[in-house]
Every structure is written in C-alpha cells, then in structure tokens.
C-alpha cells in the first residue's frame, strides 16, 4: 500500500489549502482513510476519518472549515482547508487501514510521508 501526501505550503491565517493523499489502486475502495496531523512537542491527532459508506467524521478543531473529498478514478483523497488558522500549523498526514479504531486512534498500518502546512498570523 502506497500513501503519498502533497500539497502543504505556507498560507497566512485565513487563507486555504487543499491537500492530496495519492494512494494505491484499490486503497480508497478497501480500506478506512483518515487525515492526522502532528505539530512540534504534540501528540498526532485525527483531523478526519473517512467511514465504510463514504461519510466523514471531523474533529472539532476542523468542522466546518475543512472537507474531505476523493477522486476515485484519480486514487485521490483531497483535504480542503479554509479559513486556516496559526493553530492548523502542522505536519498533516494520510492514514490507511482496515481496522477503523486503529486507524482513528492513530496507529493506522500505512502512512505516508507527510505534507507541512504554515499558516502565519
């Protein structure tokens, strides 16, 4: 299983970014997906967890101003992020497992690299 995320940047608060989580042919399909993120001296937390039907469960701290989407002909799951905050700052990262507690609580079987978001006041 391959994850591979893109798409970070440096944006100041306010702004937006969508990130991209390119993953195997038959991920999106098979298995739970989630988006983390890790900021210096902190625990990684979950930002949001795609469910078996397709549903997304969001953290507090990101709902309503981030979106999950996917592309399955492009193997893609995307994280729109608007009305990005200096708190949003962080190493995000795209997550893949069968099991969805494992997932969720954050040791998840496939990660990518991770994609560092700014966001600056």
């Known amino acids: 299983v391959q994850v591979v995320e893109s798409g970070g940047g440096s944006v100041p608060a306010g702004g937006s970014l969508t990130l991209s989580c390119l993953v195997s042919g038959n991920v999106l399909s098979n298995y739970f997906l989630g988006w983390f993120r890790q900021a210096p001296g902190t625990e990684r937390e979950g930002v949001a967890l795609?469910?078996?039907?397709?549903?997304?469960y969001y953290a507090d701290s990101v709902r309503g101003r981030f979106t999950v989407s996917r592309d399955n002909a492009k193997n893609t799951l995307y994280l729109q992020m608007n009305n990005l905050k200096p708190e949003d700052t962080a190493m995000y990262y795209c997550?893949?497992?069968?099991?969805?507690?494992?997932?969720?609580?954050?040791?998840?079987?496939?990660w990518g690299q991770g994609t560092q978001v700014t966001v600056s006041t």
């Open positions: 997550a893949a497992d069968h099991i969805r507690a494992r997932l969720w609580r954050g040791a998840g079987a496939y």
């Open positions: 795609v469910l078996a039907d397709g549903s997304v």
